[in-house]
């Protein structure tokens, strides 16, 4: 074989390998978008999923055009001989055209992230359920206020019913489906963090600070939660599960808590 065709060889396998690349780069970028991230089980979580899958495939979008371009412009405009080719100085169309596209990318993105993110954060309906997660050295305490259960629930209704988890018992924190849920996060300690995967949410909590969110889970199930922020020797043992139900579930577990239950709900519930 002379260098020639050598070289010609050489080129051509270049030129595939850096296309199989990228292939497999945009490939693994798309799949990673639809697996990557739990998809949630709140209505919160299904926007911040879908603004999550946006980003990621303009990403992709982008991550493509450009390595086309790139190896496209060094194959022909490659070094073919020692005589110096035409020189061009500047192109005003040009230098807009990709000025503005990354701009109006980055304005998009933002716009979308900013309604996102107000939604979400979006105080509750005073009507919503309320509970008080309180998070300690080392679990936690789920207390639900007998006048804040939700629409409907007595305003004179007093006290509270509340499961207290030990490390050899996780809690449960139980919760109806379909209607807003607020949680206010108490420490009286040091700084906890409350997070449940499937929420695609965290919050951290605070000694002295009124942090609280809202959630409106769709769909029912058992799922894991733990603390997200390294508090101490038995951190580890901060962990509790979540069961989303039915309101009536929800209402007889609050009555069999009233009557003297132990909250483990895991016994009653199915
Ligand atoms: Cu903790």
Not at 111 to 116: E, T, Y
Not at 138 to 143: G, I, K, P, R, S
Not at 176 to 202: A, C, M, Q, T, W
Request: aromatic share 10%; net charge negative; proline share 5%.
């Amino acid at each position: 074989m002379n260098t020639a065709t050598w070289r010609k060889n050489f080129r051509r396998s270049l030129f595939i390998v850096s296309a199989a690349i990228s292939a497999l780069l945009l490939s693994v970028s798309v799949a990673s978008a639809g697996w990557g991230q739990p998809s949630g089980i709140t209505e919160e979580a299904e926007r911040m999923h879908t603004l999550y899958l946006i980003v990621t495939a303009s990403a992709a979008v982008v991550f493509v055009l450009v390595e086309v371009a790139l190896v496209y412009i060094i194959f022909r405009y490659r070094k073919r001989s020692d005589e110096l080719p035409p020189q061009t100085h500047g192109n005003n169309l040009l230098e807009v055209v990709w000025t503005s596209i990354p701009i109006l990318i980055v304005i998009g993105l933002f716009v979308s992230a900013f309604v996102v993110l107000v939604d979400v954060e979006e105080d509750a309906d005073p009507e919503a359920l309320t509970i008080d997660v309180t998070g300690f050295q080392f679990q936690w305490e789920f207390a639900y206020n007998l006048n804040d259960l939700g629409p409907g629930s007595d305003p004179n209704a007093d006290g509270t019913v509340s499961v207290i988890g030990t490390a050899a018992n996780q809690p449960t924190l139980v919760i109806p489906v379909g209607e807003p849920v607020e949680f206010r996060l108490i420490s009286n300690d040091v700084i906890h963090s409350f997070y449940i995967r499937d929420f695609l949410y965290k919050l951290d909590v605070v000694p002295g600070r009124d942090n609280r969110f809202t959630v409106t889970p769709k769909q029912t199930g058992e799922f894991i939660g733990q603390c997200a922020e390294y508090c101490g020797v038995d951190h580890e043992a901060m962990r509790f599960k979540l069961h989303v139900v039915e309101r009536d579930e929800f209402d007889r577990y609050i009555a069999d808590l009233q009557g003297g239950g132990s909250g483990n709900a895991s016994a009653r519930l199915p």
